[in-house]
């Protein structure tokens, strides 16, 4: 059973239009992450929610932003996106307080974003 | 001293091989050690785990071989397979906040032949 899960899979949009990529979850975990990973290169951290709390990275750009409108659901928001944020976008949760399975961070397949 | 260096960079074996991937790290404040297998178009998915107080944990022919006084640990696959063939990150966590941060290695590309 899928529990991260990640619309659309593959998303297309022009230099400059906004666009938003969905994360779910099944697993009722408290904290949400967003990762950007390029071609070839390790997941790198944009942001992550423990429950509301919203915490960002220092390096990340102000062109992406992020909501968490309940448990289950967290949204990315790149609001200009330029060629240079065409990348894999990935979720992933974890629970805080679920120290027996040493806090494994559980990722979702990925919205790959194209932009042209 | 967030930094985890992971190598080699890519890694071909053949099959019915062992594969060896290293890792080193300089922050003893990270207390698990996760590596992580990446299929092309997926997300990365936990393979095997360590804390720093076992030296080594074994998951069917997945070990993990961790020294704590060298900061460095390894993934050792063995009988390795074709579709072992993918993409491994080593990643070291500690708490930060509310959160666990994970610092990833730079991954190591897979390639098992038939």
């Known amino acids: 059973d899928a529990m991260v899960i990640q619309n659309p899979r593959y998303q297309v949009t022009q230099f400059g239009k906004p666009v938003t990529l969905s994360c779910s979850q099944t697993?009722?975990?408290?904290?949400m992450y967003w990762y950007q990973q390029k071609s070839s290169q390790a997941p790198k951290l944009l942001f992550h929610?423990?429950?509301?709390?919203?915490?960002n990275e220092a390096d990340t750009p102000d062109n992406f932003q992020s909501r968490r409108p309940n448990t289950s659901f967290c949204f990315l928001d790149i609001r200009s996106p330029g060629l240079g944020d065409a990348a894999m976008y990935l979720c992933?949760?974890?629970?805080?307080?679920?120290?027996?399975?040493?806090?494994?961070?559980?990722f979702g397949p990925g919205t790959r974003l194209t932009v042209l | 001293q967030q930094q985890v260096k992971q190598s080699p960079q890519s890694l071909i074996v053949q099959k019915g091989g062992i594969s060896i991937i290293n890792c080193a790290y300089e922050?003893?404040?990270?207390?698990?050690f996760p590596w992580y297998q990446q299929f092309p178009g997926k997300g990365p998915a936990l393979l095997i785990a360590?804390?720093?107080?076992?030296s080594e944990k074994k998951e069917g022919r997945f070990t993990i071989s961790f020294n704590k006084s060298a900061k460095q640990f390894s993934l050792h696959i063995m009988d390795s397979q074709p579709g072992d063939s993918a993409t491994y990150f080593c990643?070291?966590?500690?708490?930060?906040?509310?959160?666990?941060?994970?610092?990833f290695g730079s991954g190591t590309q897979l390639t098992v032949l038939p």
């Open positions: 992933a949760t974890s629970s805080r307080w679920d120290r027996g399975s040493t806090d494994t961070q559980y």
């Open positions: 697993l009722n975990h408290n904290v």
């Open positions: 929610y423990y429950d509301k709390d919203f915490n």
């Open positions: 922050n003893t404040a990270f207390d698990y």
């Open positions: 360590i804390r720093p107080d076992v």
């Open positions: 990643a070291a966590s500690l708490s930060s906040g509310s959160a666990r941060q994970l610092t």
